[in-house]
Each structure stands twice: as structure tokens, then as C-alpha cells.
């Protein structure tokens, strides 16, 4: 899963230039971790991008999304082509090209590999399916929700915002940068490179005020009461030293701030409980053969607990201590808002072989089935929710003030409880994860429910066999947990 090195041994040439496309620099991007490509064409390194593009523009292949993206500009660089062997010289942007990497400064290739989803998040309807299960709405995600808190809030303009973790995906920076409520936005990442190539694609697209950091969460600092917005987004799960984490959370937090988290909190080095084992494999049981299919040609049978040691061996900081994030942060924050979001089930499921889901509408049919599923198991609790999505305060705000919590009110249709309220009537969620009994629900009812769910969605033609089997698994789970 590591990226390809690329050592500056031939010298890259600096050629200045202010005309660099972003499509060009999203093709660097991917240059930088392929070494077949960097063979083919090394002049790349010197600075001339010119055979690589026409490669891109005319063989038909399709690398990542660049050729999508450059298509638009094929009679341009073709114009350029034709007037000056040398007009597509350029300036590699700094830090786009580095010595130092780490598995995740090309985070992207992690997810979606050679421009393959095989990562369930990075489907389009299951990001709908999270943002629903956190803001009430599908069209509203984790940012826009962050965004309409500060505003209903009544806060001013020229706010303080940290992210924790760069996003090179989602690029969260730029959307708080466009909502003209911040005037200062730094983004913290331990991934020196990956922050350098967004530091560089920033600076281009003219976004000012916007600094990317280089930090380690398990020993960084921050000032103390200086942010109205502390954002993290899949990154907490790699901090061992949470109580660290948190009490620099708290620390810089302003008494009007927020802490909002998406986060996974499941178990430790993603060592899967049996039951969602067991779930996985029955499903996978009865999947067609084609949503299957694995990067590699092979079909996906079954889905094992992975190897503690391979984990630890790829990323040692992989949920190290994620299981323990919910209890460790209330002794910081108080918390005013939980929101499960699911992928107990999907993140196994889909693991390795999600991209199949969106070829066509059968899959995507299948997929609205599976997302139902998942929602009434954890809705039930009969499954935890590995994924949560959190809004928090600093515990050293003071609660008698008016303004330090929202009132009850819509943010993106989800109603949000003061934390006055929450206090007084205990009624903060806690963290399911040991607590998988589904207590007052009717087995039967329960059953039928979730076959009614699968069926709904999923219209295609299945097998007596298949159908009594996956009735069989349902009914399984159920009373196992009754």
C-alpha cells in the first residue's frame, strides 16, 4: 500500500512558469507514485511534461481521473504542441516532489488505487448514506454541518478554524475558506508530503490564509484559547496518546467553540467482532459474482479478521487506541451532539471491492439494500457503529451562559439539545460498543423488518437457496443477541 519513492538524483530542473494548469498538477500528483510511469517518462523530472500528456490525451488509457480532467484541454495542449516542442515546460510546484514520504502523503492511492474505489467511504451513496445519519440531510456533509452550527450560533465573522488531519480527498480548508467565516485556517498533518503538494495545489488556486503544518498529535501544542473550530475527520483513530490529543482540544477550544468529529471508533487494529464476521460472509454468500470482483481479478469469498501484525507492519499507528476514543473524550469535552454513522457492516463488506457498486443500477439498487441493513442492525443495536460523528465542547466552558451551547434548534434538520439539557437529563449517548443486547425489541417484528428492507431495494432476481440463507443469517443474528 506504501507509495512509490522518487529521489531527486537526476535533479529537477526548475523551469519557471506561472501558467500550470491544475489538471497537469493533478497528473504530477500521480506521476509521483507510479514508477512505471516514471520510467516511461523521466524527462518529467527535467521538466517537460510534454510526452506524458500526449500519452494521456492519446492512448486511450485512463490514469486515475487525469485523462477526465485533461480531455477538456486537449486543443489547447495540442495547439502547444504544435507551436513549441518546448511551451509545456514548467516550475515543479514546491514540495510536490519529495525524499520523504509516508504512506499516506499520496493518501489518495490508499482509497483509490489506479482510479479503483475499493474503499467503502469512497463510494458516492455512501457518503450520502453518512451525511444523512449525522446532519439529517444527505446533501449536507461534515463540513457544510460544522459550517451551519457556527452560523446558528449567531457567531461573527473572522473566525479561527484548525483541521485536524489534510484531507487531500475531501479538501475540507477550501470549503471553510469559501464560507467567508474564517480568517485564519491551519491544517495539521504528520504527512510532511502530503501537506507540501496541498500547501503547493493552494497557493496556485490563490486561497490565502490557509497554513498546513507539519504535526505530531501525540506531542503537538496548541495556543490556548485561540480556535472557534477544531475539525477532525478520520484522523483521530492514529493518535495513541488521546489524553494528550484531548486536553490540547480542550486547551484551545474558545468557550464558544466546537469540536466536531467524524471518527472511527471501533476496535483496536480493525480486529473485527464475530458478529460482524459472520454477517459479511453470509452476505458475501449470496452477492453476485460481478460486485465481487477484487482489483486483481480474483472474487471476493470471504472476509477475514485482518492480520494484526501486516497492520501494524503498514501504518503501526492504525486504530491503535480507536475503541477507547469516546470514553477518554468525555473526560475533556462535553459532548452535545452523537450521531452514528454506521459501517460496522459496509467497511467490511465493500473492503477491497466497493468500485463493482457503482457500475450500474443494479449495484446501486444492492448497495441502497446493504445500507438499509446496516442501519436497522445498528439502529437496533444489535451491531455497534464503528463510525460516529461527534460535536463537543471545551468541559471549561461555563454552562450558565446563554451562548455557550446551541439551543434547540435545526442544524442540517438534525435537532441538537443544549448542553444545559443534556446535563441535566444524562441523555449524552454513549458509545455502544459494549452494549449489544437489543433490549425491548420484538425479535419477529424485527426480523420481517430487515428482510422487508433488503427487498426493497434489492430487485434482483435471487435464488430460493440464496433467499432462505440470508433469511437463515438474519434470524441468526438476531436471536443471538436477543
Known amino acids: 500500500m506504501s507509495a512509490g519513492m522518487i529521489s531527486n538524483k537526476r535533479g529537477c530542473k526548475r523551469i519557471i512558469s506561472n501558467n500550470i494548469d491544475y489538471p497537469v498538477i493533478k497528473l504530477l500528483q500521480i506521476y509521483k507514485s507510479r514508477i512505471d510511469l516514471q520510467k516511461a517518462f523521466p524527462e518529467v523530472m527535467d521538466g517537460n511534461i510534454k510526452r506524458l500528456l500526449e500519452w494521456v490525451l492519446k492512448s486511450g488509457l485512463t490514469i486515475d481521473s487525469s485523462k477526465k480532467d485533461l480531455i477538456e484541454y486537449k486543443d489547447y495542449y495540442s495547439t502547444l504542441f504544435n507551436q513549441n516542442p518546448d511551451s509545456l515546460k514548467f516550475k515543479i510546484p514546491r514540495g510536490l516532489l519529495t525524499d520523504e514520504q509516508t504512506i499516506w502523503d499520496n493518501s489518495k492511492e490508499q482509497y483509490i488505487p489506479g482510479g479503483f474505489k475499493i474503499y467503502w467511504e469512497a463510494l458516492d451513496k455512501i457518503a450520502r448514506y453518512q451525511y444523512e445519519c449525522a446532519s439529517g440531510d444527505p446533501n449536507v456533509d461534515f463540513v457544510d454541518f460544522s459550517i451551519n452550527l457556527l452560523k446558528k450560533a449567531c457567531f461573527p465573522r473572522n473566525l479561527k478554524c484548525c483541521i485536524i488531519g489534510c484531507d487531500e480527498i475531501g479538501k475540507p480548508e477550501i470549503k471553510f475558506y469559501k464560507s467567508c467565516l474564517f480568517d485564519e485556517i491551519v491544517v495539521m498533518d504528520i504527512a510532511r508530503g502530503l501537506l507540501s503538494k ?32 477544531i475539525f477532525a475527520c478520520g484522523t483521530v483513530h492514529h493518535i495513541e496518546k488521546l489524553e494528550h490529543f484531548f486536553l490540547q482540544v480542550q486547551r484551545s477550544l474558545k468557550s464558544s467553540g466546537f469540536f466536531t468529529m467524524r471518527e472511527y471508533v471501533g476496535p483496536n487494529r480493525i480486529q473485527l467482532i464475530d458478529a460482524q464476521l459472520d454477517l459479511t460472509n453470509s452476505l458475501l454468500k449470496i452477492l453476485p459474482a460481478k460486485y465481487k470482483i477484487l482489483p486483481d481479478g480474483r472474487i471476493k469469498e470471504e472476509q477475514t479478521r485482518p492480520n494484526l501484525e501486516e497492520i501494524i507492519k503498514i501504518d503501526p499507528s492504525e486504530s491503535i487506541r480507536s475503541e477507547e476514543i469516546m470514553d477518554i473524550m468525555k473526560n475533556y469535552l462535553e459532548i452535545v451532539l452523537f450521531c452514528p454513522t454506521g459501517g460496522t457492516l459496509l467497511h467490511p463488506l465493500l473492503n477491497g471491492i466497493a468500485g463493482n457498486f457503482e457500475r450500474d443500477k443494479e449495484g446501486e439498487r444492492l448497495l441502497g439494500a446493504l445500507i438499509e441493513l446496516e442501519r436497522i442492525l445498528i439502529n437496533s443495536k444489535l451491531l455497534p457503529s464503528d463510525y460516529v460523528f461527534v460535536v463537543a465542547k471545551s468541559k471549561k466552558a461555563k454552562l ?23 446535563k441535566k437529563k444524562k441523555q449524552i449517548w454513549n458509545y455502544v460498543g459494549k452494549e449489544r443486547n437489543a433490549k425491548g425489541v420484538d425479535p419477529e417484528k424485527l426480523k420481517d423488518e430487515i428482510y422487508k428492507a433488503i427487498k426493497k431495494d434489492y430487485r434482483m432476481k435471487i435464488s430460493k437457496k440464496n433467499l432462505k440463507h440470508l433469511r437463515n443469517m438474519v434470524e441468526k443474528v438476531i436471536d443471538k443477541h436477543k
Open 198 to 229: 496541498q500547501q503547493a495545489l493552494a497557493e496556485y488556486e490563490g486561497f490565502s490564509n490557509i497554513k498546513y503544518v507539519c504535526a505530531d498529535f501525540n506531542s503537538f501544542e496548541l495556543k490556548e484559547n485561540y480556535f472557534d473550530l
Open 400 to 422: 450558565r451562559s446563554h451562548n455557550q451551547f446551541v439551543k434547540r434548534e435545526e442544524i442540517g434538520n438534525v435537532q441538537i439539545a443544549s448542553g444545559r439539557e443534556e
